[in-house]
């Protein structure tokens, strides 16, 4: 065991101390005990935090595995940190509330280097902060095998203004954030590296996904019915939207907006990756027509496109999603991504 | 993939959907949705739940790693759950504070029995239940190689109740509720087995620990002063308390309480097991000596036994922790468990 102050970049975990890595670990974030309510951070049985008075708390969790969710040989462990807490945030945008409180739970199997676990908490520390967001605590276990890292993230809300899954009614537009199936050709281009002038920005949409707080928290005023934010591809995760809210609905390929490198690179592929790619981080939103023009407004305020996909439409024997091309219906199948059914991605 | 309806026990993971199983666990946990404010639950992006008006959140955040924290030989797979779920609650507890939301994340390699991962939703379900935690979502995630239980307890508190790590002063006793070393003696008899009319009660003692949430709600109005839960051992987990509040104590180990059984069962050891020997949950305390009666009454009152160890003393030029037995000084040593530097258990 190193003591705190020999503790170097170059050590291996397994060569110090768990209390001297924590306490390097939380030394590289930025100091936020004290603000946005919280009083009490790292160090002690548990985080304390003071939300505003009436307002209720959301709370999500989500982790990334090593050989799972990440390869170490294609991501930096910036942008490793950075991913783990924007995916969580992006649950709570989603839900149309402000990110306070993440806590961290460290799997480690004692290989890593303490440097690169330093630059994984510099990429945590940056989105953290950017987001308001104070790293209140966690825990660092070991692992025999896998790397992980597990988040939750807690954020507040004023209860009038949550957006639920369960909103959508017929009539309604289904509504993306952004541009679709970057996130997943930036994949492929992990898996298959290409020379293109837009494949860093590609890559970069897959390693460090930004996610869309100040757009989910005008949902609720702008007249957004359901919400969800985009992690399995629009086809599985609106599937979700219409169990939850009893409706069906059409999706119009020609209408989702794909980034011109994506068409460009995949030309094959790119309805794949726009449709079923996941992980874009996107917010999926439904809204009456008339209020549509409203959310456009509200969103470019907050540097946000959005683009109408298609229509919800009333169930009739359980909810149904059609998927039309050039004014032809396909068949969508069976569209959700299912980590243990061997979607390759 | 299998249709939730067509699941069954006797399934693998890998041959079910991760919709399905997530349906299927939440399904062996108690109805809480509208419980303790919790106003959504599994099934959305995050929970949402509204503490008490005035009340601060406190958060904490624990994993248990097969092969780490749990053999699957030495565990059900009810008392994994329960364990997982009571470990946070523990640290909830340590607080001061009153525990009401767990999220989960699970990571399955997807060799395990559905039926087994339910029963651990039962043992879940039923600590969850017996305090009054709405397990309200989570994420169930591929691993390569290791099971992975990964909890986040979010409870509530008075922030004038909070009970720190931070607040011991010279003069103070040191006091802990329970006995020591039962669980650490438990883990003894499932690494070596033998035949005694006690074993199951040590046994049951280290996997099936009861978090001390009456008492801890109790700390602020007897005059507590500083708190912690005893996962770590006793000498370990006090110097923490010693560094958050920059004093120095003093333990007479003739004053810990240990059980005959635990004493009789390992007639060499039982210092070690109670002094070092981790994952007691019990609580440790810091208090006036003035004020100790009182909170032995309070205690009394919801069924739990404080004992008095030893001393809060001045400290010059950092934080010492001496031991005596016997009247004699021993050398403490350096005694926190640390999962990198090679703690058997």
Redesign the interface.
């Known amino acids: 065991?190193t003591e705190p102050g020999r503790l170097n970049g170059e050590s291996n975990?397994?060569d110090?101390?768990?209390?001297a890595?924590i306490e390097y670990l939380a030394n590289q974030l930025p100091k936020r005990t004290g603000q946005h309510g919280v009083?009490?951070g790292i160090?002690?049985?548990?985080?304390?935090?003071?939300?505003s008075?009436?307002n209720?708390?959301?709370?999500?969790?989500?982790?990334?595995?090593?050989?799972?969710?990440f390869r170490l040989g294609w991501t930096d462990w910036s942008s490793l940190g950075h991913k783990a807490i924007a995916v969580n945030i992006s649950?709570?945008a989603?839900?149309g509330?402000t990110p306070r409180?993440a806590?961290?739970?460290l799997?480690l199997t004692?290989d890593e280097r303490v440097g690169d676990l330093g630059r994984m908490y510099e990429g945590i520390g940056d989105i953290a902060g950017a987001f308001g967001v104070a790293v209140?605590?966690?825990?660092?276990?070991?692992?025999?095998?896998?790397l992980?890292l597990?988040v939750?993230?807690?954020?507040e809300?004023d209860?009038d203004q949550?957006v639920?899954?369960?909103g959508a009614r017929p009539g309604d537009l289904v509504v993306v954030s952004g541009t679709l199936g970057a996130s997943a050709a930036g994949l492929r281009l992990l898996e298959s590296p290409r020379t293109a002038a837009t494949a860093d920005l590609l890559v970069a949409a897959h390693l460090r996904p930004v996610p869309r707080v100040a757009l989910g928290q005008v949902m609720h005023e702008a007249g957004v019915t359901a919400?969800?934010?985009l992690s399995d591809g629009l086809l599985g995760d609106l599937r979700k939207i219409l169990d939850?809210s009893g409706v069906s609905a059409g999706i119009d390929i020609d209408r989702v907006p794909v980034l011109p490198a994506v068409r460009a690179l995949f030309p094959d592929e790119w309805t794949e990756l726009a449709l079923r790619g996941g992980e874009d981080y996107e917010l999926l939103m439904t809204i009456p027509h008339d209020r549509f023009d409203g959310l456009r407004d509200r969103a470019k305020v907050v540097g946000a496109t959005v683009t109408p996909v298609g229509s919800i439409t009333p169930t009739d024997g359980g909810p149904t999603l059609s998927v039309t091309r050039d004014g032809r219906e396909l068949n969508a199948g069976?569209s959700?991504f299912?980590?243990?059914?061997g979607h390759p991605s």
Chains 1, 2 share one sequence.
């Open positions: 065991m975990v397994r110090v101390g768990e209390f890595l009083s009490i160090g002690d049985d548990a985080a304390v935090w003071q939300p008075p009436g209720s708390v959301v709370v999500t969790t989500d982790a990334l595995v090593r050989d799972i969710h649950d709570i989603a839900m509330a409180l806590t961290i739970v799997g004692g209140a605590g966690g825990d660092v276990v070991r692992t025999p095998h896998d992980m597990s939750t993230l807690i954020g809300v209860p949550v639920r899954r369960s919400a969800m934010d939850a069976d959700a299912d980590h243990f059914a």
